[in-house]
């Protein structure tokens, strides 16, 4: 290729080869007489080289965009969007010639752009004026993400390092990346006390980690032990979060732990502010003013044009006038004015842009794309209901943003970490550096046709201001001396463990790694063969040079359990018996030079060597063992009263001794007397030995290639035969038969399941009396319920304590018969004292609405409502304050249905099971002001819905009318009630829900009819009528395999 026919051109102080854009701009001379492809010199962009191909032919100019074209490996990518231009030369003409492209470049497509870009004839014609002597000029404006499969270095190329991403926990990791460059913040979180925390269950101990490999750490952090800190499983990290409802369930969780130390009230002085509303009478001195707090601010974006906008929009007065005139008590109805105003406004202001939003018209959830300006730097003065010490000027440090729908997209964040102007893009893993203009004016979101290749879906949605006069105190330095050394030694000590392990896993090759098996290890055991193979993690295990002999072996492992060497024998577990638990000799002598591997190949891999040691009461060496002439045997007893097999020891045997002659040293083990009569059992076999007097190895079944083992069982030979289990071959039996069965805990899903071995022939009392081992309770204390047949997870009819069968019984379908599983249930109360009890379930909420736990209750079967709360009471906490007075509601549909009378019978309470609907008890504490109630007062229902009354939701509650009241004061101490600030209350109405079909519209003005209302309570059966609040449900509505965010631990 000629290197004089395309001349490349670009400025000095643009050659940054880790920068995301850049413009391609190429000179071609001789256009006319030019025959093959041509290629411009390199430009770096994200550390690739790109380049200009321009493929000529008679007819047409074909025009690619290259990338790394010389790079023959099949593992790199990158993706890009450009734009390809043909220059005009004509004296201030535009780009006669572009055209776009996308492409995700590779080793097999390195190469993108159009083969017919112009004709020859087009081109060369020149009142075109695409020459210029003879020449073409080429340019391509290019944008390019990282790419993959490419040494990437974000601490070389940015000094800082991101976050990996579990699945889809990218907007986690954009917050956390803008917590984290709140300076001030992270140094209070180093500063949390941790020292006795668990890793695996303390937020604050796996967030300082997070932050202190962000800020130390030279490639990106992982996250898994913070989510897995959180409690969550596997799915909640496939699954993308509402990310302000986290935000806020991160920040009171973080608040919590930092409650009752020296860090108290480090959240509030950094992100809490204050706002009143207000109502203020026009024509006399009356006003109304409420104050509140806030994290965050919610701004509406939709028809605003920006930041200045929305904030004058949420400070906006209302008129009340007319009809919808204030209430002020004694001065009348008067006309007034209402709205927010900010009083204080925090250090750091977070602003979520209210771009998802429920439509109510349509029952979804929508995002809303449209432009919306933000900058650099605000005032926010105007919107203080006075000026502060310090005007409210702030710089914006982080603009987060999300590219996709309602559906599910991808976040990433830009900040500004030292809020000097200088910006960065930390997308996951990945950190680059970036312009503002892409910080900024990038993510206004809409179509701005000045931004080449911008997803209109792109835009920010949570926007991070610091207030200029608090940014020293914020942005603060946080060297290494700033965090405790018990801290730094825990991370040091972690990173050494982590550096162990890779070397272990890089040097695996090199090494084998033995499990020593002792007899003490198979005492415990009471089932067949030696010892569980799950159990085989409780082995200690060595790990060992492949190059060491048989001898160096020995050697270590004298040391390692103080033996010498000649009171110790090995024996390898081999590979073809291994579930017979069968092992092999091994020659220490013969063997010494050599290495485990070249061992024969019978002996299994991973190596598993049973260590016989010598008893303590046989001094010397042990006695040589010959293969062909000795056997090794393990010796068990059973004890037919206590159903126990006990372990007894090994012992080596000539082949030609009698068995009989083995007898008197098993009774003096056992302590019995020499004369007792014994008989052997044969496990493998699975036979008696009926003739002691043959030699031993007559009677074995001996494995090939006299592998060795075999395991006899001796018992007394006159036991009772009324016993359960008589005989050792019944034990066995048993043993083949048991079943095992999981159990759950009916009353707490989150509590792990655990499986126990039962046998089938247990009974009722046997089963409680084992799971309450297990569990370390009262017996009497348990009752189980077989779960319901079409679903193993779902508990179903309870099992009667009275039940006479046995548990195998309880599983009488044969498709039951694949899973045994059981719910069990704590009581607090003996499950004898049940049959005169009735179990009443319900929910207690307390004043806030806040559905605070579940309850269940345990009256008596002839007891009232006024017993079942008098119960309730001995069990719930009450402020100083409080009259300690309950009452019961039922609610159904998230509406209140019946407000239940104290002289009720509690078999008289049912679930009305006549409609689809689904009814709840709740128990509740009756507010000061309630207690009591005029003839002319009444306790009215209030519901949550949206368009329909059958669309309900939230938490209903009770308000207390007076007869001809105006419904505009009711409405006011609803809103009191709710703590709904103006600006949301304004969207609320209030309607008369006579049924669910027939509704009023009243006026503030209307007045409260308590004898109609009386009335109406017959109209429809189950249903009361109540006022209904229409307003959007704020709970996004999620799918069904969607949680609400929590955070556990």
Not at 472 to 484: A, G, N, T
Not at 922 to 943: G, K
Request: include cysteine; proline fraction near 4%.
């Amino acid at each position: 290729m000629d290197g004089d026919d395309i001349v490349q051109k670009e400025k000095a102080e643009d050659q940054d080869e880790f920068r995301a854009e850049a413009t391609i701009s190429a000179t071609l001379k001789n256009v006319a007489q030019i025959k093959r492809d041509q290629l411009s010199p390199p430009v770096y962009v994200r550390t690739l080289p790109w380049r200009i191909l321009l493929k000529p032919n008679d007819s047409n100019l074909g025009f690619f965009l290259q990338c790394n074209g010389e790079n023959n490996s099949s593992s790199w990518s990158c993706y890009a969007k450009a734009e390809l231009r043909l220059k005009c030369h004509k004296l201030d003409a535009p780009a006669a010639r572009k055209r776009p492209i996308k492409h995700i470049f590779c080793a097999k497509a390195n190469d993108f752009g159009y083969m017919n870009f112009i004709s020859m004839s087009e081109l060369l014609n020149p009142d075109n004026h695409f020459m210029d002597n003879g020449s073409i000029t080429l340019e391509v404006d290019l944008v390019a993400e990282a790419p993959h499969g490419v040494p990437w270095d974000s601490k070389k190329h940015t000094g800082y390092v991101g976050l990996r991403n579990q699945g889809a926990t990218c907007y986690i990791n954009s917050l956390l990346q803008m917590l984290y460059f709140t300076n001030s913040l992270r140094l209070c979180v180093y500063r949390v006390p941790t020292e006795a925390d668990d890793i695996n269950k303390s937020m604050c101990l796996t967030l300082q980690r997070v932050f202190h490999g962000m800020q130390f750490s030279d490639r990106p952090v992982g996250t898994k032990r913070l989510t897995k800190s959180f409690g969550w499983q596997t799915i909640d990290m496939l699954m993308q979060q509402d990310v302000q409802e986290f935000l806020r369930v991160f920040l009171e969780k973080l608040e919590s732990k930092m409650r009752g130390t020296c860090l108290e009230g480090t959240i509030p002085a950094l992100f809490e502010g204050e706002m009143s509303s207000y109502i203020k009478c026009k024509n006399i001195d009356f006003n109304s003013t409420r104050y509140e707090t806030f994290y965050d601010i919610q701004l509406n974006i939709k028809d605003m044009k920006n930041i200045y906008e929305s904030f004058q929009y949420y400070v906006a007065s209302e008129a009340l006038e007319g009809d919808n005139k204030y209430d002020a008590g004694v001065h009348g109805l008067q006309e007034a004015s209402k709205g927010v105003i900010f009083t204080a406004l925090p250090p750091v202001l977070h602003l979520h842009l209210m771009r998802f939003q429920y439509d109510a018209k349509r029952d979804i959830s929508t995002k809303y794309n449209d432009r919306f300006e933000f900058y650099e730097q605000i005032n926010l003065d105007p919107y203080l209901a006075k000026q502060a010490m310090t005007p409210a000027d702030y710089v914006l440090h982080a603009v987060l943003v999300h590219s996709g729908d309602i559906h599910g997209g991808h976040y990433v964040v830009f900040i500004n970490p030292k809020a000097d102007g200088r910006w960065y893009k930390f997308d996951d893993e990945i950190v680059t550096t970036c312009r503002k203009e892409e910080a900024i004016e990038h993510n206004y979101g809409g179509i701005n046709d000045e931004i080449k290749f911008h997803s209109k879906s792109t835009n920010a949605y949570m926007l991070v201001y610091m207030r200029q006069s608090h940014l020293d105190r914020i942005l603060i330095d946080i060297p290494q001396c700033e965090i405790s050394s018990d801290l730094l030694e825990r991370f040091d000590l972690e990173r050494r463990i982590d550096m162990v392990c890779r070397k272990q896993h890089i040097e695996a090759h090199l090494h084998l790694t033995i499990n020593i098996i002792l007899e003490e290890h198979f005492e415990a055991h009471q089932k067949f063969r030696l010892f569980d193979t799950e159990s085989m993690t409780a082995f200690k295990s060595f790990k060992l040079q492949r190059n060491l002999t048989v001898d160096n072996i020995v050697e270590l492992l004298s040391s390692a359990f103080g033996v010498p060497r000649h009171r110790m024998r090995l024996w390898g577990m081999c590979s073809i018996a291994a579930k017979d638990q069968k092992f092999m000799y091994i020659d220490v002598e013969a063997y010494a030079m050599r290495t485990l591997n070249e061992i024969p190949n019978d002996v299994q891999k991973p190596w598993c060597i049973f260590l016989e040691l010598a008893q303590a009461d046989c001094p010397g060496r042990l006695p040589p063992f010959n293969p062909q002439l000795d056997v090794l045997l393990f010796l068990k007893f059973y004890d037919a009263r206590r159903q126990h097999l006990n372990y007894i020891g090994c012992t080596q045997q000539p082949l030609n001794r009698r068995l009989c002659e083995l007898v008197p040293e098993i009774n003096r083990k056992l302590g019995f007397a020499s004369n007792t009569k014994l008989t052997v059992f044969d496990e493998y076999a699975g036979w008696k030995i009926h003739d002691l007097e043959e030699p031993i190895g007559n009677l074995l079944n001996m494995a090939p290639k006299q592998l060795q083992g075999t395991i006899l069982i001796f018992e007394r030979e006159n036991v009772d035969a009324k016993l359960d289990l008589p005989t050792v071959a019944d034990y066995l039996m048993d043993v083949v038969s048991r079943i095992e069965i999981s159990f759950s805990d009916k009353a707490n899903p989150y509590e792990p399941d655990f499986t126990l071995e039962l046998s089938p022939r247990c009974n009722y009392d046997q089963l409680a009396q084992t799971v309450a081992v297990h569990l370390n309770t009262d017996p009497t204390k348990l009752q189980f319920f077989k779960c319901i047949s079409y679903d193993w997870k779902m508990p179903g009819v309870d099992v009667p304590y009275t039940y006479t069968g046995t548990i195998n019984d309880l599983w009488t379908q044969p498709k039951e018969s694949s899973k045994k599983h059981l719910f069990y249930q704590k009581l607090s109360l003996s499950i004898h004292e049940l049959d005169n009890k009735n179990v009443f379930k319900c929910i207690y909420v307390s004043n806030n609405l806040k559905e605070e736990k579940k309850l269940v209750l345990y009256p008596n079967r002839n007891d009232t409502v006024r017993e079942l709360l008098d119960k309730a009471a001995k069990v719930l906490t009450f402020t100083d304050s409080s009259q300690k007075k309950l009452r019961l509601l039922r609610v159904s549909n998230h509406k209140i249905v019946a407000i239940c009378k104290n002289y009720e019978p509690i078999d008289g309470l049912r679930v009305d099971l006549s409609t689809a609907r689904i009814s709840i008890y709740r128990i509740e504490e009756i507010p000061n002001e309630e207690a009591q109630l005029d003839e002319n007062e009444l306790l009215i229902p209030v519901a949550h819905y949206t368009n329909d009354l059958r669309n309900a939701f939230g938490v209903p509650f009770l308000i207390k009318v007076r007869h001809k009241e105006p419904h505009g004061a009711v409405k006011q101490r609803i809103q009191r009630r709710l703590n709904v600030p103006d600006t949301e209350w304004e969207h609320y109405k209030f309607v008369v829900c006579i049924t669910l079909h027939l509704t009023i519209d009243v006026s503030d003005n209307s007045l409260f009819d308590l004898v109609a209302f009386r009335n109406w309570s017959g109209i429809e059966m189950g249903q009361l009528p109540f006022f209904g609040l229409d307003h959007i449900n704020k709970t996004r509505k999620r799918e069904s395999s969607e949680k609400a965010i929590k955070i556990y631990n």
